[in-house]
């Protein structure tokens, strides 16, 4: 038989983990020139809204894509983004842009992959 405070200790210990876990790092967008961006990192949650906003005031006229995907509903909103901007879209041959990153790079006014 299991003792009663168990349960109450395990939900405690768990919620007490949860709020001590760093919250997870996702993509940004990082103005490397004038008119130039990298978005770099997997796309998380809160990235498309965050990452649209912040292209609408960058700018950026050209974004290199450096990411392994993530998120597909938050990708769409970063793809929205930069096909509203005419923004150019870069996978250089040295990174990798895979899974919903596709998605960003096909948005862009040209697309290039070099």
């Known amino acids: 038989m299991t003792p009663p405070f168990r349960p109450a200790l395990a939900l405690l210990l768990a919620t007490l983990l949860a709020i001590a876990a760093p919250p997870t790092a996702g993509a940004e967008l990082t103005r490397t020139g004038p008119g130039l961006g990298v978005i770099a990192g997997d796309i998380g949650k809160g990235d498309g809204a965050r990452i ?7 700018g950026v006229r050209a974004v290199e894509l450096r990411s392994g995907g993530g998120y597909v509903a938050e990708a769409i909103a970063i793809a929205e983004a930069i096909r509203a901007a005419g923004i150019v879209t870069v996978a250089p041959r040295d990174a990798l842009c895979a899974s919903s990153c596709f998605l960003m790079l096909i948005a862009g006014s040209g697309r290039f992959v070099h």
């Open 52 to 58: 649209a906003a912040e292209l609408a005031i960058s």
